[in-house]
C-alpha cells in the first residue's frame, strides 16, 4: 500500500468549549444533523454502530460534552463524506477524541493529508469530560472534494459539520475598484482646499 500523506497542508485550529472562537466559522455551510443526513453532501459508511444518535449509548457511542442534539458517530469503521465541489474549510464538533479517530483529506484520488486524534489533543484519552470535546477548524491550502472518517474501535462522534472556503476572494473587478476608491479618497484627503 502506498504511504499516508502528512498534514503538512492541513492547519488544524482546536478550539476548547468556552473559548472566543469555539464554533463554526461564519459563512459556512452547517450540518447540524437535526433533519437526518444531508443529501449534498452525500454521506456513505461501512463498518458498523455507524448513524445518527441523540444520548450515549455505553460500549458503543458518547455524546460529544454539551450536546443536547441529535449527532453523528462512525461507530467503529469508516464515513465518507463526498461534497460536490472542492472546498478549503472543513469544522467539526469532535466528541471524545480518540488515539483511534482520524481524518483523511481527499482532492480527487489523492490524499492530501490524515489528520489523527493524538494531533488535536495528546493525549487523546477518548474523555467524554469539558476536556475531550472540542470544535476543530481545518484549513486545507490545496483543497479537498472528500473526508474519510475513521475508527477504528467505538466510535467517533461529531455534530454541526462545517464547510466552505476559508478565504472569500474579492472578483478582480471588485478589488480593483475599491483599490480606485481608496487612492482617490486618499488623493482627496491630502490635496489642499480652494474657497
Avoid: C
Amino acid at each position: 500500500s502506498s504511504p499516508r500523506a502528512t498534514a503538512a497542508t492541513i492547519d488544524p485550529s482546536v478550539e476548547a468549549i468556552g473559548s472566543a472562537g469555539f464554533g463554526p466559522r461564519a459563512g459556512t455551510t452547517v450540518i447540524d444533523f437535526e433533519s437526518g443526513l444531508p443529501s449534498d453532501p452525500l454521506f456513505a459508511s461501512a463498518g458498523s454502530g455507524f448513524g445518527l444518535y441523540t444520548g450515549s449509548i455505553p460500549g458503543l457511542t458518547a455524546t460529544p460534552f454539551g450536546d443536547a442534539t441529535r449527532y453523528f458517530s462512525v461507530g467503529k469503521g469508516t464515513t465518507t463524506i463526498s461534497f460536490g465541489e472542492d472546498n478549503s474549510y472543513l469544522g467539526l464538533l469532535w466528541g471524545s477524541v480518540d488515539s483511534y479517530n482520524s481524518i483523511d483529506f481527499y482532492d480527487g484520488a489523492d490524499l492530501v493529508g490524515t489528520i489523527t486524534g493524538n494531533m488535536i489533543v495528546s493525549p487523546a484519552t477518548g474523555s467524554q469530560g469539558i476536556g475531550g470535546t472540542f470544535y476543530v477548524n481545518f484549513d486545507v491550502a490545496s483543497g479537498f472534494d472528500k473526508v474519510v472518517v475513521v475508527s477504528t474501535q467505538f466510535a467517533f462522534e461529531f455534530d454541526d459539520i462545517a464547510y466552505g472556503s476559508s478565504v472569500v476572494a474579492l472578483p478582480e473587478p471588485t478589488a480593483a475598484a475599491l483599490i480606485g476608491a481608496g487612492l482617490l479618497a486618499a488623493l482627496g484627503a491630502t490635496r489642499p482646499r480652494r474657497r
